[in-house]
């Protein structure tokens, strides 16, 4: 993917009270941000924020956290919920492999949504369903591990349903077309562009008792 250089990106997150400027300041510690004690969700690879937004706005008993690693993206979320009127959702920019540095059994559900295939096989450490990346996550849930992954790729969605079968998560729910099923969906902008053009969309539902 191609990115497209967002003059003062930096400077417009900075200046958003939906930004979290030093994340790391607040691990253990996210429900003082938010000033409740409800669930914490988090999306990795949050891109322009429409889901995230979206889940907030259905769901506000529920806190939301986007992690985004590119600034001239995750400014595009932040101009988006500028116009809304939501308590219950923040947006970082950081690098999920550091994801321990950040929270500590704090999240309820983690989203991973079209996240990069990354298709060679000597990048397959880099994929957000690696094994290596499971092993961080269950540093970051606070009971149960609670995974919901989307993909269009069919390749990377093999790869996930095995790698957390390895790591001894139940796979609860599965599916090889979300729009034909009977699981709720709330569309991420990428989602909905290429569903429309007959993509279809591999969903996966999974848990692990820690």
Known sequence: MRLRNVS???LKLENSNYYVKNPQ??????????????PICLEIGTGK??????????????????IEKYPSVLV??????????LDNIKFICYDAKN????????????????????PKKRHSKRRLTSK?????????????????MKTDNIGLFAYS????????????KVSLDL?????????TEYEEKYQKLGYKINYVEAIKEL
């Open 179 to 187: 729009a034909n099923s009977d699981i709720p969906n709330v569309l």
């Open 8 to 10: 003062n990106a930096d």
């Open 25 to 38: 300041e607040n691990k253990g510690n996210w429900l003082k941000l938010f000033s409740n004690n409800n």
């Open 49 to 66: 924020g429409q889901f995230l937004i979206n889940m907030a706005k259905e769901n506000p008993h529920i806190n939301y956290i986007g």
């Open 76 to 85: 595009r979320a932040i101009e988006k919920v500028s116009n809304e009127n």
């Open 99 to 118: 994801i321990e540095d950040i929270f500590t059994k704090e999240i309820t559900t983690l989203y991973l949504n079209f996240s990069d295939p990354w």
């Open 161 to 172: 349903l095995e790698t957390l079968s390895e790591k001894g998560y139940r796979l609860k």
């Open 132 to 148: 290596e990346f499971l092993k961080h996550y269950e540093k970051i849930f606070l009971n149960n591990a609670h995974i919901i």
